[in-house]
């Protein structure tokens, strides 16, 4: 059951890096936001900026949020590692009964 629970967090800090990495890239993106706005001259430029203000704080946020998750996921799979090393420490007793052949009854 450790097994399957540090494969997963493994999973999931994969996906994490990904999810970091796409957000670093969007913030990015977002703290230049004349530049989205000069594509078009027909909108309101002062709405658009706001807007884009907005969805910068809240890709701020889930930034953020995937930081701790990250470092959470981090400490689960430390602490699953360990549990994983300790059980490998127990050593496993195996009984051998050993049967003595049954002699077959000589006829004479």
């Known amino acids: 059951m450790v097994t399957i629970c540090l494969a997963m967090y493994v999973v999931s800090l994969l996906g994490l890096i990904v999810s970091i990495g796409y957000r670093i890239r969007l ?17 309101n430029r002062d709405e658009v900026y706001n807007h884009v203000v907005q969805v ?31 059980t490998h420490t127990h050593q496993i007793i195996v009984q051998h009964i050993v049967t003595r052949p049954q002699r077959e009854a000589t006829s004479n």
């Not at 910068?56 to 549990?83: P, Q, Y």
């Open 27 to 43: 913030l990015l993106l977002y703290s230049h936001p004349y530049i989205i706005i000069s594509r078009d001259d027909y909108v």
């Open 56 to 86: 910068a704080c809240v890709e701020g946020m889930l930034f953020a949020s995937s930081l701790c998750v990250f470092a959470f996921l981090i400490f689960l799979s430390i602490v699953a590692r360990l549990a994983i090393k300790s």
